[in-house]
């Protein structure tokens, strides 16, 4: 009986392995060193290839951002008037936008210094801000927070705020705008048409 005991709870662990999940701060320094190690050795995205960097992106950040939660808060109070078919219309426009903002900033990375500020959760907590600074030669100091919920996969960050604006709440009153032309449709069309424009530039960019 015991061996069965013990073959089952093998088993069980086999099929769902048992992580410890990553504090918010540890994930953020991880994750944030690990790219810029990349940018710092990759000619390509040094010489401002968007393409190499929105692969960066795409293997190493999005798996810690929760999307839907970021573009609820961005379209604010419209979120609701969108059916189901329709907020993930907006979730995938709107990730790809985001994508394409980081990956943009990660061409013009120039061995900035990040800093990582003390950081304090008490237990329990399902929230979390991480806050650094973005060190650069005769420049002010730029803060960067990060904005985390605890989920069942770990950590996922909510929104970003940059030199005291939110990445996320950024977009609301343009994405209300629209959603007041044109509806939710005309909010997607619109998110649709910037990332096309985005990539276009990208690509003319990479052509030269």
């Known amino acids: 009986m015991m061996k069965k005991l013990i073959a089952v709870v093998f088993a069980v662990l086999l ?30 995205i040094q010489n401002g290839s968007t393409q190499k960097a929105v692969e960066l992106v795409d293997q190493k950040v999005l798996p810690h951002f929760d999307f839907r939660h970021m573009t609820a808060l961005a379209v604010g109070k ?20 985001l ?11 120039k061995n900035q210094k990040i800093v990582y500020k003390p950081f304090r ?25 990060y904005n985390l919920e605890k989920a069942d996969a770990g950590w996922k960050v909510f929104d970003v705020v940059v030199a005291g604006i939110s990445l996320v709440t950024n977009y609301r009153d343009q994405f209300a705008q629209e959603v ?8 997607i069309a619109a998110i649709a048409g910037k990332n096309k424009s985005l990539a276009g530039g990208g690509a003319r960019a990479e052509g030269k």
């Open 15 to 44: 099929a769902s392995p048992v992580v410890a999940q990553e504090a918010p701060d540890a994930l953020v320094k991880r994750v944030t060193e690990e790219v810029l190690e990349i940018v710092r050795k990759d000619k390509d």
């Open 78 to 97: 419209d979120w609701k008037k969108a059916s189901p078919a329709q907020q993930q219309q907006l979730t995938a426009e709107f990730k790809t936008l």
């Open 99 to 109: 994508v394409r903002t980081y990956s943009n900033a990660l061409t013009s990375y």
């Open 121 to 145: 959760m008490n237990a329990g907590d399902s929230e979390a801000l991480v806050r650094t600074e973005v060190i650069q030669p005769g420049s002010k100091p730029v803060p960067i927070d």
């Open 180 to 187: 007041r032309n044109g509806g939710i449709d005309g909010l």
